[in-house]
């Protein structure tokens, strides 16, 4: 059973910064180019950052680029998403995703004095 369980989330100032992690099991993690999306109210879902299995290859939303790192390590089943420079519009809800278009239950990102 594929299971996704992100973490890290949580109320920031603008300019600070976060760690994402998202934890997967009941896949070989490995073997999947993994992504992270993220949703704000009344929005759609938009993609963030995406690696590819072997974390030799990334690409980011515009938005982020420049301010959001992801990366992996595959001997911990673990993917992250390390934000900095994080601005109001950066509020949401963070969700990581496999390349076959399983979710997790998403982790609040808030942004705000």
């Known amino acids: 059973q594929v299971q996704l369980v992100e973490s890290g989330g949580g109320l920031v100032e603008p300019g600070g910064s976060l760690r994402l992690s998202c934890a997967a099991s009941?896949?070989?993690?490995?073997?999947?180019?993994m992504t992270w999306y993220r949703q704000a109210p009344g929005t759609e879902r938009e993609l963030v950052a995406i690696?590819?299995?072997?974390?030799?290859?990334?690409n980011y939303a515009d938005s982020v680029k420049g301010r959001f790192a992801i990366s992996r390590d595959n001997a911990k089943n673990t993917l992250y998403l390390q934000m900095s420079s994080l601005k109001p519009e950066d509020t949401a809800v963070y969700y990581c995703v496999t390349a076959f278009n399983a979710w997790g239950q998403g982790t609040q990102v808030t942004v705000a004095s």
């Open positions: 009941g896949f070989t993690f490995s073997k999947y180019t």
């Open positions: 690696i590819t299995s072997d974390g030799g290859s990334t």
